[in-house]
């Protein structure tokens, strides 16, 4: 292999005299060098150019060296993280070698959509449309989120990629908001698409962390809201008591390597993780848990999550009815557990109840629905892969906090339906830090 020396004198072929060698040996040499002493590749790639640098030594084939070349270059390719270097990388490669290349890339056409164009974002440059069309939120309201969300002014991650915590917001929302795929963010964001998923990564796990806690393990209602909440649902249906609904979700993934039948769902035919979510009537999601195993039942998920605890310890109301969370037929019956009566076929009064509670209880789906329909990504299934990194979950989680923060701040269906207001902002994300 050659030196780096070697390599800083490599600008002409004169400087290769060993007739052996081809010019097309030469490139990818020279490219392992580069890849060496500016790449500071990892100790794997190292290891795997070094062996096909080898075998290409054992080539009496022009066409076989060209194709173990191509091969080496693609692992160039995918290691490379800055512009100005990836145009280094491209000055050692042969000529006819690099055609070769952009070829197998699919042409020049191609190759242009990762050019990563020098602009700079600026969140006042984008229209009010299009700036709610690409994050979901208007502009005021996302440096609103961002102070409320308490997000740093500098996001740094591991690989030491900086950007300001507005920008890398915006990357995550607007990833969130439609299957994207990161090289379209490019045009936006004028970085590359590994930089952008690192810090869509980065700030997706420093969320998590910081309230998933506060959402699964949620602070105890105030006894004014309570209240409320069992108020306006009297209203609706006639009977105290009842100050929220509950219940579980089911969101395909894509079929796992390993262990397929613990994320099976046998009801819905698919591979997926289950979610369990408890809405009050101002259209927020208090209480928010999972994933699980998508072969496990609701009822798994009431008795793992703890919620029974966090209901019944709300007490009573002043007229001595005990607040209980109203659940679908699924649920079995327990202690803070209301669910529809089993003998509608020979009660009435009883079939009455279970149509009207079964209008009201709709508004669970009705946030299932926003989650997806705001943040389109969690609706494709492809990017929803258990076993390579992206946790899905997690993801699902960060979603369902940004829709309540979307609710805050623009009222949701549910709290349109029941005419009750939605905490501000400030106020939602204090309550989830415990």
Known sequence: MLGA?????????????????????????????????????????????????????????????RLLCLSM??????????????????LVINSDLLNTYVKYRGGLLAMSVYEIPNVKFDLDTFGEKETYSHFRFTAEQLHRLNAALGIPKDIVTSANDRCSGLEVLCMMCMYFAYPTRRFEMIPKFGTSSSRISRLISHLRNWLYEKFYPGMSKPKLLPREKIEEFSEVIFQQVGMRGIFSFIDGTVRPTCKPELFQAVVYNGKDKTHALKYQVLVTPDGIMRHVFGPVCGARHDQHMVHESGVLNWITSHGCSATGHPYVCYADAGYAVAPGIMRPFADEKLNIEHKAFNDIMSSVRICVEWEFGDIVAQWAAMNFKRTQVISNGSRPGQQYIVAALLSNCRNCLRPAQTSQYFNCAPPSLEDYISSLLL
Do not use: C, G, W
């Open 73 to 90: 270059l693609t692992v160039l390719a995918s290691r490379k993280r800055r512009r100005e270097q990836s145009l280094k990388f491209m």
């Open 5 to 65: 020396s070697s390599f800083a004198m490599s600008d002409s072929e004169d400087d290769f005299d060993d007739d052996d060698i081809d010019d097309a040996t030469v490139s990818a040499m020279s490219a392992i060098d580069f890849m060496e002493t500016e790449l500071e590749a990892d100790k794997a790639t190292q290891e795997k150019l070094s062996k096909m640098a080898n075998d290409l030594k054992s080539l009496n084939s022009e066409e076989s060296r």
